[in-house]
């Protein structure tokens, strides 16, 4: 809780009975109620009374919507119903999350690396299913992420804040888990913004403080921000946690957004390759029936024709490309991917508009646990709808660099509109920098989704150190500042399988160009993987680019609800039993080096 408000009354909801405060956010205060048919706890978030004019509650119930959207998804907090309470509030019903969020914890405990790499992958798989619908979290970090009864982790929060406020008002991503790229003057962001928060909130479980935060330093918002900008990442102090683990977060938080995996599913499968290289349980990850990879058809074939009949043998995956071929100061808008947004060549990512907007008056003065200094809620943003385009047909990728031709990653359908498609494609490959676009072709299954935008103040004063015209973030971090001094003088001192590759099932693709991670551990991914089915059995088989003494593979099934425990084999080729009931079977292999380096990236692949 860091609000210094008082919190507000609990209204009365027929059916619910109050409990207690849970907490007290930005927008909203959220409390425990009894329901009493189904009879179980749940956690009922209230708008505040100070924002509540017709494009608020419309915008909130659109986020509503949103929110249940994701709602299947285990890692994701359930939404149970909506309405408007008898005062005029419009409040959520949802899951009741009984233990202690991780923004609560990492200060206090020390998370062990299995947890934290199961941790990573669900909620990277959790990010990853909210941008195939669209949508961009933007405030991933540990106070976000709270823990069911199970104690799995569930990421919440996924806009409806963003809402609240007049139709023009703002609420702001939390600056020590914000990418660069978002606190830049010209904001620009995409999924690997949330790749980058991801990656800061992982970095925080581990070291026990957010990245750039200075233990006995200033760590004024000012100060944050600048050390994200232009200061290395600092490194881990923990002995047990391995470098491929650092790697993985240094890679998911480097400035260069083009330099860092390019998207939360590539995230997490870097971060199952670090349990696999530990012998750890391999955690899977939770997408949809409609995210497995899709089987490779002929070029120019049957677009029905399934690969891995009886005798047939087709190339699965090329090894690089997509298978189956604290609150302190918080800046955050919620901003919606389009996911009929198919624009075409040369359009790749969505910058965010810089328009500005002083919506609420002077934002209120928050207290910052984390950093335990007072924060300023900046309160800005409209939600603006953007039309979708429905050009879903396929488009070969290209080699990177320039952005015409370029291939059509989830990141490249991150439209606003085509005027503002601009910018360098992200990397192919998962993101590994360096690595050269396969000769595959993509396509996607988007599904409906909402498209919005936010909208800075302009009418904050620039901040003291900046000499470029002054960003929406910087501009409110200023203000903040402004208050921290007067406050600070009374008290204070974070190819995936939906994108559904279809490999050409004649095509050799090699990695032109081994990722380079830091550390220096780099291992391809199998190629050439094919399979062979008899009966209920399949019989995959793949190669490896880059064979070294001692090699061995780890191979697992994949697929939705497998959580199969990686198997270490010394052969390149493994044979499988289709699961009962199943009609295919699906797997992932690794090289692993006698050094218990593995892939970056698993191949995937599935039998007919
Ligand atoms: N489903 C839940 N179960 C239990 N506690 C919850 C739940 N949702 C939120 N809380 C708690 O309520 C408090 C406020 O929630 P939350 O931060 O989501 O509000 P908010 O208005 O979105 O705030 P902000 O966007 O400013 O962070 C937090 O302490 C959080 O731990």
């Known amino acids: 809780m860091s609000s210094r408000r ?77 309405d408007i309470a008898a005062d005029g509030r419009p409040f959520l019903v949802m899951e009741y999350c009984s233990r202690p969020s991780l923004g609560a914890r990492y200060r206090t405990e020390r998370f062990t690396v299995a947890e934290v790499l199961r941790t990573g992958i669900r909620v990277g798989s959790a990010v990853e299913a909210a ?59 995409d999924v690997r913004g949330d790749v980058y928060s991801l990656g800061a909130t992982l970095y925080t479980l581990l070291a026990g403080r957010s990245p750039f935060e200075i233990p006995g330093r200033g760590n004024s918002p000012a100060e944050l921000l600048s050390r994200i900008e232009r200061s290395p990442l600092p490194p881990i102090d923990r002995e047990d946690v391995p470098a491929g683990l650092n790697a993985v977060v240094a890679r998911a938080m480097t400035k260069d957004p083009d ?12 971060l199952q390759q670090v349990e696999r290289s530990m012998q750890l ?40 490309a997509a298978p189956g071929s604290d609150q302190a100061t918080r800046l955050r808008p919620i901003v919606s991917i389009d996911p009929h947004g198919g624009p075409g060549p040369g359009t790749v990512a969505a910058p965010l508009p810089p328009a500005a907007t002083l919506v609420d008056g002077p934002p209120a003065a928050r207290t910052d646990d984390a950093l335990g200094v007072d924060d300023q809620a900046t309160r800005l943003r409209p939600i603006t709808t953007i039309s979708a385009q429905e050009d879903r047909a396929p488009v070969e990728s290209a080699a990177p660099g320039p952005v015409v031709g370029a291939a059509p990653t ?29 000769p595959v072709t993509t396509s996607f299954s988007p599904t409906p989704s909402e498209l919005r935008a936010r909208h800075y103040d302009s009418s904050q004063p620039r901040p003291a ?110 044979t499988v039993e289709v699961p009962e009931g199943e009609s295919r079977v699906c797997i992932e292999v690794s090289v692993v080096r006698t050094d218990g380096r593995a892939s970056t990236t698993p191949t995937q692949g599935c039998s007919a």
Not at 411 to 427: F, H, I, K, N, Y
């Open 6 to 82: 008082q919190p507000s009354l609990p209204p009365k909801i027929p059916g619910y009975q109050y409990v207690r405060l849970l907490g007290m956010g930005g927008f909203a205060d959220v409390f425990e109620y009894r329901q009493e048919l189904p009879r179980r706890s749940v956690a009922v978030k209230v708008l505040l009374s100070g924002s509540l004019d017709q494009d608020a509650r419309e915008a909130f119930f659109a986020e509503a919507n949103v929110m249940a959207q994701l709602s299947h998804h285990p890692s994701i907090v359930t939404i149970y119903h909506a």
């Open 131 to 189: 941008h195939r619908l669209g949508i961009l979290h933007r405030d991933i970090k540990p106070a976000n992420i709270l823990a069911t009864d199970f104690g799995w982790p569930a990421l919440t929060d996924f806009g409806i804040a963003s809402t609240l406020g007049s139709g023009a008002v703002a609420t702001g991503m939390s600056i020590p888990w914000s990418a660069p790229e978002l606190l830049a003057e010209n904001p620009e962001g």
């Open 259 to 270: 330099r860092r995996f390019v998207s939360a599913l590539a995230l997490a499968h870097a």
């Open 281 to 320: 349980p391999v955690t899977s990850i939770d997408l949809s029936e409609d995210h497995l990879p899709e089987p490779v058809r002929e070029p120019g074939g049957d677009p029905g024709a399934r690969w891995g009949a009886p005798g047939a043998q087709d190339v699965v995956d090329d090894g690089t």
């Open 410 to 438: 989830l990141d490249s359908r991150l439209s606003l509109t085509p005027a503002v498609l601009e910018g360098t494609p992200p990397a192919p490959g998962y993101g590994v920098p360096g690595m050269q676009p396969s």
């Open 465 to 574: 150190e900046g000499r470029r015209a002054p960003s929406p973030v910087r501009r409110a971090v200023a203000a903040a500042s402004a208050v921290l001094v007067v406050a600070a003088l009374g008290f204070v001192a974070f190819q995936t399988w939906g994108r559904e590759a279809q490999t050409n099932p004649q095509a050799t693709v090699e990695p032109s160009e081994t990722p380079t991670l830091v550390g220096g551990a780099t291992v391809p991914a199998p190629a050439n993987l094919r399979s062979v089915t008899e009966g209920d059995s399949v019989t995959f088989s793949w190669s490896n680019p880059d064979e070294q003494e001692g090699d061995a593979y780890l191979w697992q099934l994949a697929g939705v609800g497998q959580t199969s425990r990686a198997e270490r084999i010394e052969d390149r080729s493994v």
